[in-house]
């Protein structure tokens, strides 16, 4: 115990350990993508070459600050071009946008229109939001522009694979092109709107949380903080049901520590966590935890080529340092006490006996076998 610091606690009569203070504490490197992995992309649709690259969007000439409607900053700069730029600049965001949501032909063009560029000062990726209106009818759709980066993109291939939710995107080059997901962030939500949810809806969040923090910890997606992910509230016949979705897949197979990876560790998931601890009995919370990890293998065999040419490509590749790669692999063994996560020299290698040892315990019936840990 004296490696990680633990403090024990009763969560409805499951026992769990919460690492103290959690934080991530360095901003996370930017990994370049392999030619081992542009290969992966290319294979499964994902590399298509654009007209416009992430670089130049950096080229604007001025800039201001957007605040929302509390006058609170958003962290969001609108951009501007020269003249003489902004023509082609808007043509071809508007042909990446129909290489991204259609089929990439210019036949709409004049109805498109760009409403807004904005470049984002928070975060690893430093993104370029644009707004993309049709002007026949006024609705409008966002997509983002970013430096590529392997873990990111590694994160949004494990999405699409292990997750309930299909992705989109594109690569080339350095640059990264993504489909904006919609969605209430998670700190917004709780500030502002978890008191307007009946008793029933948050019940049906607490289980989403429950849910949601499994896939991240079965699949190392870290940095799950409120602002991290959205909540989405869909209608389904006569009632209102919330989604969780990630947003930010930055911390993919990145940090060292094992608690980063469980969203419910981070102090700013507390409303949510004491949804959980209200609503949720011991017995359901096994429920929910067995359900997650029964259909995130289901998936996995589902696409078992895919996967398995995803890893051996992510085994290939350096996407975190040694000295991390070593110390998640220690704290699996002692969760574990599986031979297997012994000796690991990569990432890949890591989520790889992870998904071979959640398989193994649903062959086995044995989904809870680590419960008190997980």
């Known amino acids: 115990m004296n490696n990680f610091n633990y403090k024990c606690h009763r969560f409805d009569s499951i026992l769990i350990w919460i690492k103290l203070e959690i934080k991530i504490k360095k901003k996370k490197p930017s990994f370049k993508i392999s030619k081992n992995f542009e290969n992966y992309l290319k294979e499964h649709n994902r590399f298509q070459k654009i007209p416009i690259e992430y670089a130049d969007l950096r080229r604007y000439t001025g800039s201001f600050e957007l605040f929302d409607k509390n006058d609170e900053n958003t962290l969001w700069h609108r951009v501007f071009y020269n003249d003489s ?17 259609s089929d990439g032909s210019s036949s709409n063009l004049d109805d498109l229109e760009i409403d807004s560029v904005d470049f984002c000062t928070f975060g690893n990726s430093n993104p370029f939001r644009v ?15 970013k430096v590529a980066d392997s873990s990111r993109i590694y994160g949004l291939e494990l999405e699409h694979i292990t997750s309930p939710n299909n992705l989109n995107y594109i690569y080339y080059n350095d640059t990264l092109v993504e489909e904006h997901i919609s969605g209430v962030p998670g700190d917004y939500f709780f500030k ?4 307007a949810c009946s008793e029933s809806e948050k019940s049906q969040i607490a289980k989403e949380f429950v849910k949601f923090s499994e896939r991240c910890m079965i699949r190392l997606l870290g940095d799950m903080r409120s602002y991290n992910y959205v909540i989405i509230p869909m209608h389904d016949f006569d009632q209102v ?8 897949f930055d911390q993919q197979s990145y940090e060292g520590e094992f608690s980063l990876y469980r969203p419910q560790l981070f102090k700013d ?15 359901s ?9 029964a259909i995130v293998v289901k998936r996995l065999l589902g696409s078992k080529n895919q996967v398995e040419s995803l890893i051996e490509s992510m085994k290939l590749d350096k996407i975190s340092s040694d000295e991390k790669v070593n110390k998640i692999t220690q704290q699996i063994y002692f969760l574990t006490k599986d031979s297997s996560f012994k000796n690991l020299k990569s990432m890949g290698e890591v989520l790889e006996k992870s998904f071979n040892y959640l398989i193994s315990n649903y062959e086995n019936h044995e989904m809870l076998r680590i419960n008190e840990v997980f």
């Open 85 to 101: 730029e902004r023509i082609e600049i808007d043509q071809n965001l508007k042909l990446v946008y129909n290489l991204l949501y």
């Open 131 to 145: 707004k993309v209106k049709n002007k026949l009818n006024d609705n409008f759709t966002y997509y983002y522009i």
């Open 192 to 195: 502002n709107q978890i008191s």
């Open 241 to 248: 049901i919330y989604k969780i979705r990630a947003i930010d």
């Open 269 to 283: 998931n507390k409303p949510v966590i004491d949804l959980v601890k209200n609503k949720l009995l011991a017995e």
């Open 285 to 293: 919370i096994n429920q929910y935890k067995i359900e997650e990890r």
